[in-house]
């Protein structure tokens, strides 16, 4: 059997051992390349290990890099389904073949001796050789191999070749949803191995919570003396435990001590935390802490490069991570690039290390032959399970181990957890496909409903060993388009059951390729199979925007919590460790969302689990609208954020907005040509439209139910999602027919029915005008007619404005878009967008930029002239270049042509968000029921601005 279909790991290389570097000589191979695809195995050159080789023809490809991204082939996506036929351990003849070139000159100080080549990333199989010698191939895409290369390196002219497969046997192991793309995607170096240098170590870092002492101990194969500076370790036999007073390392102190272990011949820089990982009373803790784990799944994710993922852009994740409390990651599905696991451990988040082991395509054939059960994958799964664990096992935030995903289960599966188990006793195993939880230890679920979590934090399941693990979600909250909505039931429940400890939302980034124009996702590169926009689910853009589901999420898992108290305000510490001394805490008073007063407000260090509640300040009598924000900041600049930096906040309302009577009516109602005109109304003599307002024409505002549908309205799973009852019962295209035009009087009263084709329910609608000095009064009655066999998509009006009317200025929730299940980011204030600035560029078209809880609005021109809207209820609107249909139809963000008018919806009430991209719909209070309705509101033209 060809390597290519070999289901075996391999073959070649050394041992697994730790990624670290140390100073012995070494040098990055990273750079230009010479390249050539080949549409076969059986079409590439076969003589392209000969140094003599003549490659000067090639193209030049950067390794590390993945070639179809460089103009070779196209990328492919696929969630679930192989696509090549599953005919395991067969891959396709038709198999894209890389051949890489690299000339390289040792430095002249090179030391002659034993010295490894190692490929930190090849995808999916690579065949190597140096200077004609064949070194061995390598699979496990997302793991590092290091050959033996010191008797064949030459002083010049080197001649490394890889050959590498878009597909082999390791393919059938790596059916993660994500693009399909091939090359050498990290870095590769070439290593001197000094004789009696370290070859391998393991710091052995434990922390004793009831002692305050930590036990640090090495091992590795080799004499080893250890230094730590700052705990006055100094050359101790690193083999020796030592126990001494340390401060523990944790994701929110990751104090790390800086140390050296040295041979004569090598010095390796470690950085060291202490801390201990344990499962205890059915709870994951660390240094004998319960967690709460606040997560994400991280791909690697570049939207130029794909699975390249540079230090500075795994630092950005972190940073990102960071600044929006976020506290773990779950490294989906693979073991990410070392540096980005030395980030987490210096910025501090907990990590579940996940394996590159993944078979989800054998589910839709009924796990028939999956790997994870067939003896012939044995080998295949061990390696990459060591491989993960020799490489990782040196990093504190490492605290889970995960055997891989969505890969059912099986002895291959079991027999991994039970090497792990023996290699490595200090951190508990994981995976998700374990339903029974027989060799994990805690239990995982992905996408359970809060019922679910409910009754497993009830410990009501019949499975005993399940029913005494700790839980978490290891994916919830899937982040595709507009959402996730429902965080805050989540929230709740984790903090209601001990056992029911957090979870990972899926997924941090958007995995949109960057093309001309735009994102582009499956199908977008001529893919026989794909499944689309599915890889777009994440709460980071491609271009790491921070979605307003980050925002959300940020807000939703504050670690300081601020709300108002019967004494005054309340603030709870739900940090699992640290107390909320490295705080500030200040006060802004404002009036109509103007700012009044601010000042700092004095707290009491408020210890970890624990809440205190302080007076109010004392504050300056206000007449209108009145809200303080109180804000916790970070006291000082950390390595992650500057001083300032705001980590929780909550509004209280100080006074509510005074009653304002009505102003008088002004009638009456005068007839035209085709007209009717009511104050500074004009409208439809036939429709009772309203055509212009004070000399501006507008169209509107008529009732509207119709949203362009969201990725979790149209769902993915089995049975009619929410989007597909909408479009059956057609309330994408209602018609408007006028019952009733009644001008007589000082009102203006317009009865229509509103109702889709075919359909026989229909939603009353009678508008009933006045008009008073300056303005008009609209009141909309709507009564459903019949049974309506849908939820709403929202209830409201829709208007064009004139295009000129570009700038909004509203007083309400803000300054992002949210939604009724999705609101927890927002408060009340003023503030001022763009129209464009008011659109969520979700790379997939759909509803966006709704703001919420809006007690007035107004859109003006440049000129300052325009219209002011004012809800004598809270409404929610919504303004774009684009109708709501434009919106649905558009599949690419550049499909969206502004066009000559502002689309205005004015609702009161949207329909709820959910997750039911993957995961539970919208959750019942936040469904829109059909039912009747009534609201109003005023219109008035503004000159000189909205706010006079
Ligand atoms: C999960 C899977 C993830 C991703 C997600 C949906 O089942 O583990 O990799 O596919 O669903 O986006």
Redesign the pocket.
């Known amino acids: 059997m060809s390597y290519v279909e070999d289901p075996g790991p391999g073959r070649g290389a050394v041992p697994p051992r730790a990624a670290f570097t140390s100073d012995a000589p070494s040098l990055p191979l990273n750079g230009t390349w010479r390249f050539r695809l080949s549409p076969s195995l059986a079409a590439a050159p076969p003589d392209v290990a000969d140094p003599e080789f003549d490659d000067a023809a090639w193209d030049e490809l950067p390794v590390p890099s993945l070639w179809q991204l460089h103009g070779h082939g196209e990328p492919a996506y696929t969630?679930?389904h192989y696509p090549f036929p599953v005919d395991p351990p067969h891959v396709p003849s038709d198999n894209p073949t890389g051949d890489h070139r690299l000339r390289f000159d040792p430095p002249h100080a090179w030391p002659a001796g034993p010295a490894l080549l190692r490929f930190d990333g090849i995808d999916s199989c690579g065949r190597i050789w140096l200077n004609g010698t064949e070194l061995g191939v390598t699979k496990g895409s997302r793991l590092p191999s290091e050959f033996e290369v010191g008797p064949l390196l030459r002083p010049s002219g080197n001649v490394l070749v890889v050959r590498v497969h878009q597909w082999s046997a390791g393919s059938y192991l790596e059916d993660?949803?994500?693009w399909w793309l091939s090359g050498i995607f990290r870095a590769v170096t070439l290593l001197s191995r000094p004789p009696g240098g370290i070859g391998d170590f393991w710091v052995r870092a434990d922390y004793d919570h009831t002692t305050g002492l930590g036990t640090v101990r090495v091992e590795t194969a080799t004499d080893v003396v250890l230094d730590i500076p700052a705990l006055g370790v100094a050359g101790h036999p690193a083999a020796e435990p030592l126990e001494l007073p340390v401060e523990p390392w944790s994701a929110e102190s990751p104090r790390l001590y800086a140390g050296t272990l040295s041979t004569v011949a090598e010095r390796v820089p470690v950085r060291i935390g202490f801390r201990t990982v344990s499962v205890e009373d059915g709870q994951l803790k660390v240094n004998g802490r319960r967690l709460l784990l606040r997560g994400v799944?991280r791909h690697e994710h570049d939207p130029r490069t794909g699975r390249v993922v540079s230090s500075e852009t795994a630092l950005a994740d972190v940073l990102l991570m960071k600044r929006h409390n976020v506290n773990a990651v779950r490294t989906?599905?693979y073991p990410p690039d070392p540096a980005f696991l030395e980030l987490c451990d210096e910025y501090g988040l907990w990590v579940i290390d996940e394996c590159d082991l993944?078979t989800?395509g054998f589910g839709p054939l009924g796990w028939d032959r999956n790997p994870g059960s067939e003896p012939m994958w044995a080998d295949a799964c061990l390696d990459r399970m060591r491989r993960t664990v020799e490489r990782d096992k040196n990093r504190p935030s490492v605290i889970l181990w995960s055997l891989g995903?969505?890969s059912h289960t099986g002895d291959n599966l079991a027999r991994m957890a039970e090497w792990v188990r023996h290699r490595d006793p200090t951190r508990p195993v994981h995976y998700?496909g374990d339903h029974e939880c027989s060799y994990v230890d805690v239990h995982s679920r992905?996408?359970a409903t809060p019922g679910e979590v409910d009754r497993i934090g009830r410990r009501e399941d019949d499975n005993e060993r399940r029913r005494d693990l700790p839980f978490l979600l290891c994916?919830y909250a899937?982040a595709?388009g507009n959402g996730p909505g429902g965080l805050l039931e989540y929230r709740e429940l984790f903090e209601k059951y001990p056992n029911c400890q957090g979870g990972f939302v899926?997924?941090w980034i958007d995995h949109g390729i960057a093309v001309p124009g735009h994102f582009a996702y499956g199908g977008d590169f001529g893919e026989l199979i794909h499944d689309g926009n599915?890889v777009i689910?994440g709460l980071l853009f491609p271009d790491r925007t921070p979605s307003p589901g980050l925002t959300e999420f940020a807000k939703v898992i504050e670690p300081v919590r601020i709300s108002a108290d019967p004494a005054g305000i309340r603030v709870a510490n739900h940090y699992d460790f640290a107390s909320t001394g490295h705080l500030d805490f200040t006060w802004l008073l404002e009036e109509e969302g103007t700012a009044v007063a601010q000042g700092v407000l004095a707290v009491p260090t408020v210890l970890s689990g624990q809440m205190t509640s302080v007076p109010l300040p004392s504050l300056p009598a206000t007449s209108g609208e009145s809200w303080l924000t109180v804000s916790a900041t970070l006291a000082s600049a950390t390595t992650w954020a500057p001083a300032g930096h705001v980590v929780g906040w909550g509004q209280l309302p100080v006074s509510a907005a005074p009653a304002r009577p009505a102003p008088p009516v002004r009638g009456p109602v005068f007839r035209t040509a085709g007209q009717l005109l009511l104050g500074a109304g004009e409208f439809d003599a036939v429709t009772g439209v309203l055509t212009a307002l004070g000399g501006h024409s507008l169209h509107g505002p008529r009732l509207d139910v119709w949203r362009a549908t969201t990725d979790n309205d149209r769902g993915s799973a089995p049975g009619p999602s929410e989007a597909s009852q909408w479009l059956e019962a057609g309330l994408h295209r209602m018609q408007h027919r006028v019952i009733e035009v009644d001008a007589d009087g000082d009102e203006l009263v317009v009865r229509t029915r509103v109702a889709p084709p075919a359909q026989a329910f229909g939603l009353f609608a009678d508008y009933t005008w006045t008009a008073f000095d300056g303005g008009l009064r609209l009141r909309v009655d709507v009564t459903p007619d019949g049974p309506v066999p849908a939820t709403l998509p929202r209830l409201g009006l829709v208007m064009a404005l004139p295009g000129t009317f570009g700038s909004a200025e509203w007083f309400g929730g803000g300054p992002g878009e949210a939604y009724p299940d999705s609101c927890q980011a927002v408060r009340i204030g003023r503030f001022s967008s763009s129209v464009d600035g008011l659109q969520t560029p979700y790379v997939f078209p759909q509803e966006n930029g709704n703001r919420t809880a809006v007690r007035w609005a107004g859109f003006t021109a440049p000129d300052g002239t325009g219209l002011r809207v004012d809800g004598e209820r809270e409404f929610g609107f919504t303004a774009r270049r684009w109708t709501a249909a434009a919106l649905e139809a558009a599949r690419h963000t550049d499909e969206l042509v502004s066009g000559s008018l502002v689309h205005l919806t004015l609702d009161v009430a949207q329909h709820g968000l959910g997750t039911a991209?993957?995961g539970p719909g919208v959750l019942p209070r936040y469904r829109l029921e059909p039912r009747k309705t009534s609201f109003a509101l005023t219109l008035r033209p503004v000159a000189g601005g909205v706010a006079n």
């Open positions: 969630n679930v993660q949803d994500m799944n989906s599905h993944e989800h995903n969505e998700e992905m996408y994916e899937h595709m899926w997924e599915f689910d991209a993957c």
